[in-house]
């Protein structure tokens, strides 16, 4: 259950840290509604926080996330872009989810 809890926070702050970004690029580049960076400023301010959840220490989360991150960023790239990620795209991104796995679930001696 820990595993199962861990891996949907670290989905959950992907989130929140894209939607944080992608609001802005829509202002910035497609001409959106400036008002668009109010909530991009929430969910930022959500993403910090929930980084703050999890029980280890905070360069093992950050270094952990960020394989989690890669993955939801292809997830984004395909279901919000509408571009089919590559194999290439699949299998780094898997890599990269392979490397969050060993970093937080590996037995430490701490």
């Not at 989360?61 to 984004?76: E, H, K, P, T």
Request: glycine content about 8%; aromatic content about 16%; some cysteine.
């Amino acid at each position: 259950m820990f595993e199962f809890k861990t891996i949907a926070l670290f989905g959950i702050t992907a989130i929140a840290e894209i939607v944080g970004c992608y609001l802005p690029y829509l202002w910035l580049k497609q001409d959106k509604n400036i008002w668009l960076l109010i909530p991009a400023a929430l969910s930022l301010t959500l993403f910090a926080w929930l980084l703050t959840l999890h029980p280890t220490a905070t360069g093992r989360v950050y270094a952990a996330y960020g394989g989690v991150y890669i993955f939801v960023a292809l997830l984004w790239l395909w279901l919000v872009d509408g571009v089919k990620p590559t194999m290439w795209d699949l299998v780094g991104g898997s890599v990269a989810l392979l490397g969050m796995a060993i970093i937080i679930f590996a037995p430490k001696n701490v």
